[in-house]
C-alpha cells in the first residue's frame, strides 16, 4: 500500500531592490526562484525563512511597513498550491503536492547585494520585466506578478487532476483580463502595441478561415470600446483591423504572416507583449468558447513574441508547436 499523500509547505520571500526584484538561478539553469525553501514540521514559518535567508541577508536588515515575528518587517504576498516542490521539479511520491508561503519585502538602501545564495547566483530582474522571466513554479510567478502590479496578495490554488507541474492549474477569468489589461492601459499607448494588438484581434476573429459578419461588427464594437484600445482613434482602428480581415480571408497564409508581423513589433516590450496576447485571450473568450483554432494562433503569436509558452500557451494545447 502506497503511503499517504503530504503536503509541502514552502516560504518564499520577493526581494524588491529599487525598481528591481532580486531573484536566484542554479548555474546552467534558465529558470528563476525566489530565495526561501522548506518549513520543517513545528516551526514557525517566518522563522524557517528567516533562518533559510541567514546567508542572504549577511547581516542586513529587510525592512517592510508591518514587523511580522523574526522577519522585521515583511508583507504577506500570497499562497500558491502546486505540484512538485517550489522549483517545479517532481515531487517524492508521499508528498501530492506543495503549498508555497509568500511575502514580500524592500532590501535596505544603499546596502549591497551579495553574489549569491546557498550556491545559487542573485540576479536584479527589471520589475518591468517580470512578465517575460522564466520563474517558477508558474502558480508562485502568476502571485508574484500580481503583487508587483497592485501590491494586492493572491491564492493560487491547484485545480484537481493537474499533471504538469509547469501549468497553472486555473486559468483568469475574462473578467480578470480585462481588468489586468485596464489596470495597465497608460502604458499601453504607442502605435506599436495598437499595431500588434489590432492583429492579435484580426487573428483570433479569423482563426477558422472565415468572417462572419456579426463577428466583424462585434470585433468593431468591442475594439471601439475597451478601455484600452479607445486611447486610439476608432477610425484608425477599424481601417486597420478591416484590412487585416481583408488579407486573412482573401489569402489566409499571407495575411497571417503580416499580422504576426505586426504582432512581432511589441517582442522586446515584455507588458506590450503580455498586453497583446491577454488581449488575443478576451477576444477568443468573450463569447464563451476559445476553439482550438483560437488558441492556436494566439500561440503563435506567444512564440513570434518570444515569450515562455509554458506560461502564456492557452492551457489545453501543449507548449511548443510543430508548425
Known amino acids: 500500500m502506497s503511503p499517504p499523500a503530504l503536503i509541502r509547505l514552502e516560504a518564499r520571500l520577493l526581494v524588491r531592490v529599487g525598481d528591481s526584484v532580486l531573484l536566484a538561478r542554479s548555474p546552467g539553469d534558465d529558470w528563476h526562484e525566489l530565495p526561501g525553501g522548506p518549513v520543517p514540521p513545528g516551526e514557525n514559518t517566518e522563522r524557517a525563512l528567516a533562518r533559510e535567508l541567514a546567508g542572504l541577508a549577511g547581516g542586513v536588515v529587510l525592512r517592510g511597513p508591518a514587523p511580522v515575528g523574526p522577519s522585521g518587517g515583511w508583507r504577506f504576498l500570497g499562497a500558491a498550491e502546486h505540484a512538485?516542490?517550489?522549483?517545479?521539479?517532481?515531487?517524492?511520491?508521499?508528498?501530492a503536492h506543495t503549498l508555497t508561503i509568500l511575502f514580500a519585502a524592500d532590501w535596505s538602501d544603499g546596502a549591497p547585494v551579495p553574489p549569491t545564495w546557498q550556491g545559487r547566483d542573485l540576479v536584479l530582474v527589471d520589475a518591468g520585466l517580470l512578465v517575460a522571466t522564466r520563474l517558477r513554479?508558474?502558480?508562485?510567478?502568476?502571485?508574484?506578478?500580481?503583487?508587483?502590479?497592485?501590491?494586492?496578495?493572491?491564492?493560487?490554488?491547484?485545480?484537481?487532476?493537474?499533471?504538469?507541474?509547469?501549468?497553472l492549474g486555473r486559468r483568469l477569468s475574462v473578467?480578470?483580463?480585462?481588468?489586468?489589461?485596464?489596470?495597465?492601459?497608460?502604458?499601453?499607448?504607442?502605435?506599436?502595441?495598437?499595431?500588434?494588438?489590432?492583429?492579435?484581434?484580426?487573428?483570433?476573429?479569423?482563426?477558422?478561415?472565415?468572417?462572419?459578419?456579426?463577428?466583424?461588427?462585434?470585433?468593431?464594437?468591442?475594439?471601439?470600446?475597451?478601455?484600452?484600445?479607445?486611447?486610439?482613434a476608432s477610425?484608425?482602428?477599424?481601417?486597420?483591423?478591416?484590412?487585416?480581415?481583408?488579407?486573412?480571408?482573401?489569402?489566409?497564409?499571407?495575411?497571417?504572416?503580416t499580422a504576426l508581423a505586426e504582432i512581432a513589433k511589441v517582442r522586446n516590450r515584455p507588458a506590450e507583449a503580455a498586453a497583446v496576447i491577454a488581449l488575443g485571450e478576451v477576444?477568443?473568450?468573450?463569447?464563451?468558447?476559445?476553439?482550438?483554432?483560437?488558441?492556436?494562433?494566439?500561440?503563435?503569436?506567444?512564440?513570434?513574441?518570444?515569450?515562455?509558452?509554458?506560461?502564456?500557451?492557452?492551457?489545453?494545447?501543449?507548449?511548443?508547436?510543430?508548425?
Open 84 to 95: 512538485g516542490d517550489a522549483l517545479g521539479n517532481a515531487a517524492a511520491p508521499q508528498v
Open 137 to 167: 513554479p508558474l502558480p508562485v510567478a502568476t502571485a508574484v506578478r500580481r503583487w508587483v502590479l497592485d501590491e494586492w496578495p493572491l491564492w493560487r490554488g491547484m485545480a484537481s487532476g493537474v499533471g504538469n507541474v509547469g501549468r
Open 175 to 232: 473578467a480578470s483580463l480585462k481588468a489586468q489589461l485596464a489596470a495597465r492601459r497608460e502604458e499601453l499607448r504607442g502605435n506599436a502595441f495598437r499595431d500588434a494588438a489590432v492583429a492579435m484581434c484580426a487573428l483570433v476573429t479569423a482563426a477558422d478561415g472565415r468572417v462572419d459578419p456579426a463577428e466583424r461588427e462585434g470585433l468593431r464594437a468591442f475594439v471601439a470600446s475597451d478601455p484600452v484600445m479607445s486611447h486610439f
Open 235 to 257: 477610425d484608425e482602428l477599424e481601417a486597420l483591423f478591416d484590412a487585416h480581415l481583408t488579407r486573412l480571408v482573401s489569402d489566409p497564409t499571407q495575411g497571417r504572416a
Open 283 to 323: 477576444i477568443g473568450r468573450v463569447d464563451g468558447e476559445f476553439v482550438v483554432s483560437e488558441q492556436a494562433v494566439v500561440l503563435d503569436a506567444v512564440n513570434v513574441l518570444g515569450l515562455d509558452p509554458a506560461e502564456f500557451a492557452p492551457a489545453s494545447l501543449p507548449a511548443t508547436r510543430g508548425d
